[in-house]
């Protein structure tokens, strides 16, 4: 598997999204109670609630799944050994980090077909059941690749986006004569300094930098409605993008083309 300096593939990743646990459609085996899968920093898992046997409460919600980004540092079985460093029982077990914690995430294998575990340094995804193991929370189910730095921002960004709506619901706070930003709590996130902004704020400018440079096809950059939607997943109102816009134009950093499009 070839890595980048950055520690990422540059293939094309499978990236987890949000995800339920229940019946299938048109199934008469009973409901079951749905699980999303919550995005997370490892921080997060590791100062959260516990109560009864297990349960663990993030921001007074029980996370039963959740989704992580972080950088392989090592093997769930610390040897030297790649091979047999990872493999434990039925599963490959990594040590990562996202900056605010360290934590233990499982791949299960799959008996057809096995893999070599992934190197130390690349950058993985993983998404599963939330357990506690020896008094530690892990995440039991997928890891996989991560090709694209640009990952990594926007899951801090869902991570603050799905911490707002729980605690303060969907309104945003602005601030007067400046680029409008949505107040958070990052430091309690651990991810204060590993957004574009910092400062523990969301920037509209960030969030449309961002877009275009995720979405944009070539030299046709995107549309006002397109980032006013992209822009509208984080609180921003469509006035909103046109001031960040006007400041973005303005240092040079976004362009408008002859079709009322924008790139950079």
């Given at each position: ?121 690349c950058y993985v995804r993983a998404s599963g059941t939330v357990k506690v193991w020896q008094n530690a929370p ?127």
């Amino acid at each position: 598997m070839n890595l980048n300096a950055y520690g990422f593939s540059g293939q094309t990743a499978s990236n987890a999204g949000s995800g339920a646990v229940g019946a299938a459609a048109g199934s008469n085996q009973p409901q079951r109670r749905m699980h999303p899968i919550r995005p997370v920093t490892i921080k997060q898992l590791l100062e959260a609630q516990r109560v009864g046997e297990g349960v663990m409460v993030v921001d007074g919600r029980e996370v039963t799944q959740a989704t992580v980004v972080g950088r392989v540092i090592g093997y769930e079985d610390d040897t030297a050994n790649r091979v047999t460093g990872a493999l434990t029982a039925k599963h490959y077990g990594y040590r990562i980090t996202d900056g605010t914690g360290l934590l233990v995430v499982r791949q299960w294998m799959d008996a057809d077909h096995q893999e070599e575990p992934l190197p130390v340094q690349c950058y993985v995804r993983a998404s599963g059941t939330v357990k506690v193991w020896q008094n530690a929370p892990i995440v039991t189910g997928t890891v996989r690749l991560v090709s694209d730095c640009n990952e990594l921002n926007y899951h801090y960004l869902d991570v603050i986006l799905t911490h707002l709506r729980l605690t303060r619901g969907n309104k945003h706070a602005k601030e007067e004569g400046a680029v409008p930003a949505v107040s958070n709590t990052a430091s309690t996130l651990g991810v204060q300094n590993m957004l574009p902004g910092g400062g523990g704020k969301v920037f509209a400018t960030d969030v449309l930098l961002n877009a275009i440079k995720q979405n944009a096809r070539g030299d046709v950059g995107l549309s006002m409605d397109e980032l006013a939607a992209a822009a509208r997943q984080y609180g921003f109102s469509v006035n909103d993008v046109r001031v960040a816009l006007r400041t973005l134009a303005a240092e040079g950093s976004v362009y408008q083309t002859h079709d009322n499009r924008f790139n950079i």
